[in-house]
């Protein structure tokens, strides 16, 4: 369908593009790479009054790597993630998931920031963001804040972002060099939204025995979660095939999934404790 | 809105509604018909174009964000003279029945393949899949692509 009629404005400063949307009482939202906006749009689930395009911003697009950690720019795209070599050091795990994102064209516009303020439950990045712990800077008519993913994401399509703020970056704490990480994802056709996802990593010691397990699931339920069950049964083993399926196990229990056209709430239950098993044992081996 | 922006080499100069996307303005606006528009909302590939090299949905994109690009549509990659090695290639491979999709496909392999002129099939499967085809069964096209690197590895471009 063609777009609902709106004004456009590119401005070049961020603190004219707050002022815009802070003018149009709610009604004006932000446009990245509109690969979930225009969709939205044309299927009038959002009718905004002004879009605000942030493409003429400077200093959103940038991927900055450091000893605290990975420093996302809102307008870093997926291509410009997967295209970075540093990345496999710095965030393996990001990368792995990246890698599910989307299709070739939508990867060359669909940004980090975009995806964190649309917030679909299947989607990686969000996933990713609350598995890793990752802090999200905004600026609005007040300033600026940091909000940890956990008081970030609200529910489907729903986040702690008021309508006159912008994300600026997602920061993702340093990856130590000994942690093991896996990311399995299902659905029907690569670059399709996951039924179910399940990134999960940890940090062994000499031994082998694993602490600091973070699991979390897309695509399953209302939003994307941790499952604490699943981590307590990783933290303080090794790994082994009793505690791989024990974890599962936990993880299958834990979820609150949906019945959908994708898949009965059955399956996804199944397929949640499936997929954390195989990336558990990526993550071994 | 004015916007101003290269299309196959030729500056242009359209006043439009902002919320008229890309592929509109390129069929209807500049009479470029060879772009096709399917889903209108990102799923089908059809109406892929290239922006400053990179291959995109010109659905998902307003025509007013396109201010100071370089677009390529497919008939950019075509000329009068001659067939291109990736059209020769379609051709050879019967990569193409009623040809809806097809502008997509070539503006979307002609983007991998001046990027990335050594993928393998797995790489080209992958990349394809943004892109629905009716009529094939995807496995010609994939061939046609597979079979028209040769192309790209000598001089780079076309
Ligand atoms: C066919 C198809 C398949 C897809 N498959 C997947 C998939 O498998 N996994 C996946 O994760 N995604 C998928 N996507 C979505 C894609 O990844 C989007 O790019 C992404 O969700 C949104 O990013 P965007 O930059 O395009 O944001 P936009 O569409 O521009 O914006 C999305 C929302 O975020 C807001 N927003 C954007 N940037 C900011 C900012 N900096 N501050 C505040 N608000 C902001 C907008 O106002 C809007 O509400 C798919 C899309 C399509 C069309
Ligand atoms: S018309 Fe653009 S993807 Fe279908
Ligand atoms: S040739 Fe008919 S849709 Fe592809």
Known sequence: MKLPPFEYAAPATLKEAVALLASHGGEAKPLAGGQSLMPMMAFRIAQPSLLVDLRKLPDLKSIAIDKDGVRLGAMVRWRDIQDDKRLAQAHPLLQAAIAHVAHYQIRNRGTVGGSVCHADPAAEMPGIALTCDAEMTVMGKGGQRVIKAADFFLGALTTALQPDEILIEVKLPAWPAGRRFGFQEFARRRGDFAMAGIAVFYDPDAGGTASNAHVGVIGVGEKQRRLGKAEAAINGSTLDEAAIAKASAAASAEVEPQDDIHASAAYRRALTGTLLERALKSAAG | ?158
């Open chain 2, 1 to 158: 809105m004015t916007t101003k922006f290269e299309v196959n080499g030729k500056q242009v100069e359209v006043d439009v509604e902002p919320r008229l996307t890309l592929a509109d303005c390129l069929r209807q606006n500049l009479r470029l018909t060879g772009t096709h528009i399917g889903c209108e909302h990102g799923v089908c590939g059809a109406c892929t174009v290239l922006v400053n090299g990179d291959a995109v949905r010109s659905c998902l994109m307003l025509a007013v964000q396109a201010d100071g690009a370089k677009v390529v549509t497919v008939e950019g990659l075509s000329n009068d003279a001659d067939l291109t090695p990736l059209q020769k290639s379609f051709r050879k491979h019967h990569a193409l029945q009623c040809g809806f999709c097809t502008p997509g496909f070539i503006t979307t392999a002609h983007a991998l393949l001046t990027e990335e002129p050594d993928c393998d099939a797995d790489r080209v499967r992958e990349v394809l899949s943004g892109n629905i085809c009716r009529c094939t069964g995807y496995i010609s096209i994939v061939e046609a692509v597979l079979d028209a690197r040769s192309a790209y590895k000598k001089d780079g471009a076309r």
